[in-house]
């Protein structure tokens, strides 16, 4: 866990428990898309898995083999609103 934070670059690290927006497309009309609001996360404050270990934990190793992918890492987010508990978390 100390290992993989260390490795995270800090102008993301410094955007862990900010609120903002995503998009989403309504799953009825893919054509329709509206605004959700999110928490930018900790890898760490989610449960590990699938997230975290899976999609999460992949994705971090491929971006480590460039400091430009590694930079420009996606959040890990928390969907406010989400009922399903295996959907509230996205990569965004």
Known sequence: RDKVLSEIPQALKDKFGTIGFCTVEDDDDETKVYYQPVLIVNPFEVP??????????DMFTKAKRSK????????????????????????S
Request: charged share 30%; hydrophobic share 40%; glycine share 2%.
């Open 48 to 57: 590990p898995k699938p997230v975290r270990d899976i999609y999460w934990m």
């Open 68 to 91: 430009k992918k590694l930079a420009a890492l996606d959040y890990l987010v928390y969907v406010y609103g989400s009922d399903d508990p295996d959907d509230c978390y996205i990569l």
